[in-house]
T-cell receptor
Framework: DGGITQSPKYLFRKEGQNVTLSCEQN?????MYWYRQDPGQGLRLIYY???????QKGDIAEGYSVSREKKESFPLTVTSAQKNPTAFYLC????????????FGPGTRLTVT | KQEVTQIPAALSVPEGENLVLNCSFT??????LQWFRQDPGKGLTSLLLIQSSQREQTSGRLNASLDKSSGRSTLYIAASQPGDSATYLCAVKTGSEKLVFGKGTKLTVNP
């Protein structure tokens, strides 16, 4: 089955701890994305990567970090510097280029207390 | 800065009704527009992709139109069913591979 997997589905952390969210795709897509979704707000772009070993900040990158060491993997670390980390995090991927649609994973709900 | 608005925020209809969801965007310089469906607590499912050069796309009971010059798109759902109940999101692709999302329309189809 081709698709995007995110793990875990639910994640609980104490304030002050860093946490890494996993995103893997077997669609052979070049581009990968991380979004954050909060109640009553649209999805907001955190980071994106169009090629291995390269990534760009999105609209709300502060307090987050990413890596892209393999084409199929794009992990997101939520650091202790992120002021409001509790949210639903969605990973997406697409073929590179402006014409292609994005496909989304099932999401990870992070709760920080 | 591109902004995407979806009206209404919520819609409740009886089963069998045809309905239209609206999406507007402020900057007509887009590459494409994508409609998604999201069920509670789940990821997004892509429904339709309309390129900037296209006027509409159809998939089953769904038809999406795009009027780039006026900054509008509509998603038409024919013969609605309770299984269509979900939040529908539209997003436009701007430069640098970015998608800009609206806040969505929550649709409830009552049996």
């Amino acid at each position: 089955d081709g698709g995007i997997t995110q793990s875990p589905k639910y994640l609980f952390r104490k304030e002050g701890q860093n946490v890494t969210l996993s995103c893997e795709q077997n669609l052979n897509h070049d581009a990968m994305y991380w979004y954050r979704q909060d109640p009553g707000q649209g999805l907001r772009l955190i980071y994106y990567s169009q090629i291995v070993n390269d990534f760009q900040k999105g609209d709300i990158a502060e307090g987050y970090s990413v890596s892209r060491e393999k084409k199929e993997s794009f992990p997101l670390t939520v650091t202790s510097a992120q002021k409001n980390p509790t949210a639903f995090y969605l990973c997406a991927s697409s073929m590179a280029g402006s014409s292609y649609e994005q496909y989304f994973g099932p999401g990870t709900r992070l709760t920080v207390t | 800065k591109q902004e995407v608005t979806q009206i209404p925020a919520a819609l409740s209809v009886p089963e069998g009704e045809n309905l239209v969801l609206n999406c507007s965007f402020t900057d007509s310089a887009i590459y494409n527009l994508q409609w998604f469906r999201q069920d509670p607590g789940k990821g997004l499912t892509s429904l339709l992709l309309i390129q900037s050069s296209q006027r509409e796309q159809t998939s089953g009971r769904l038809n999406a139109s795009l009027d780039k010059s006026s900054g509008r798109s509509t998603l038409y759902i024919a013969a609605s069913q309770p299984g269509d109940s979900a939040t529908y999101l539209c997003a436009v692709k701007t430069g640098s591979e970015k998608l800009v999302f609206g806040k969505g329309t929550k649709l409830t189809v009552n049996p």
